[in-house]
């Protein structure tokens, strides 16, 4: 699959958990950041309240929450680079308006970068990477064992053990279920990995015959709106496909897709609303109908048997916990 993104979550007087990020592209998050505290002047303040690191982000999330001072200078600081990289705005205006918030109110700020790591085939990594500062560190990457012995974080000077920072774990569809009788909520570890398996199949089970409900619209709008077969795509799709010189370029330059501008066609105004949800439900999801379909069916009589004839028994009141039931019956 792919490597996570280094996200930093934070909050706003312990409310609601926001992330945030730069977005790779044309520019380099590190000169992008330099370039700014060049042009605001604000380098020997930003020296005086943050652990300065290279690459300068990791240094801005050593310490939560930031103070009234730090939030401050984050707020002039990442004002500039939005006002000289406008593409980062929708990642950037949520905190920086929680930065001036807290600026001017004292508020507390919470913020923590996430740790590098990769998803695949049902597991997710954490890479060996510096507690304190979150980079990744110096040693390679997929080995069976770390060692134990300290070594030096180059971004921060951090000291810590390779082995105690790397991870690797299974994924599983929830991290939680709920017993239909009582109502209680357990931790899906809590369960054998034959009880995980019956209760990993009810979910795939439901969300296919979910997604047959969907595919099963979408023949129906076919059969309505035959000239549209195979024309509504997601944005990501259309990019790809575009003549248009400029969107190459982007394309060539590493824009994100969703930064890539199109011209947008409206939908006719005469549709119905079934209409506008499958359409809506076409610009998220791409697909060959009649491959979609058939594997879908596929999969929906693979996993039947097992759905329905197993079950698990709730630990507390015996009741059964299972998937959600669906809006179709085969």
Not at 99 to 118: D, Q
Not at 141 to 167: D, F, H, K, L
Not at 178 to 206: G, M, P, V
Not at 279 to 291: G, P, Q, T
Request: proline share 7%.
């Amino acid at each position: 699959m792919s490597d996570t993104i280094q996200t930093v979550q934070w909050s706003l007087d312990s409310g609601e958990q926001h992330h945030m990020w730069l977005p790779p592209g044309r520019e380099r998050p590190n000169e992008v950041i330099w370039e700014a505290i060049r042009r605001t002047d604000l380098e020997s303040r930003l020296r005086d309240a943050f652990e300065f690191t290279d690459p300068l982000w990791y240094g801005f999330w050593i310490e939560s929450p930031l103070t009234q001072h730090q939030c401050s200078l984050l707020y002039q600081l990442f004002s500039n680079v939005v006002a000289n990289v406008p593409r980062y705005h929708d990642h950037l205006s949520e905190f920086i308006d929680a930065l001036k918030r807290a600026g001017e109110t004292g508020g507390e700020l919470n913020v923590e970068l996430a740790s590098p790591g990769h998803v695949d085939l049902g597991w997710i990594t954490t890479f060996v990477h510096c507690p304190r500062c979150k980079a990744e560190g110096p040693v390679d990457r997929w080995q069976e064992r770390y060692s134990q012995e300290p070594i030096n974080c180059p971004v921060c000077g951090n000291t810590y053990s390779p082995a105690e920072t790397y991870n690797s774990e299974r994924i599983y569809f929830a991290q939680s279920v709920i017993c239909i009788e009582c109502n209680t909520s357990f931790r899906i570890k809590e369960f054998s990995e034959a009880e995980i398996a019956i209760l990993e199949n009810h979910h795939y089970y439901h969300e296919a015959l979910d997604e047959l409900v969907w595919l099963r619209r979408v023949a129906d709008f076919y059969k309505r709106h035959p000239d549209r077969e195979g024309k509504i795509k997601p944005h990501f799709v259309n990019v790809e496909d575009s003549d248009d010189p400029k969107v190459k370029d982007d394309l060539f330059a590493g824009v994100p897709f969703d930064e890539i501008a199109l011209p947008e066609e409206p939908d006719p105004p005469e549709w119905s609303t079934e209409d506008r949800e499958i359409a809506d439900y076409l610009r998220h999801n791409y697909f060959s109908l009649k491959h979609r379909m058939k594997s879908t069916e596929d999969l929906v009589r693979q996993r039947e048997p097992q759905a329905r004839s197993q079950s698990v028994c709730c630990p507390r009141c015996g009741g059964r916990i299972q998937a959600r039931k669906s809006g179709i019956v085969l």
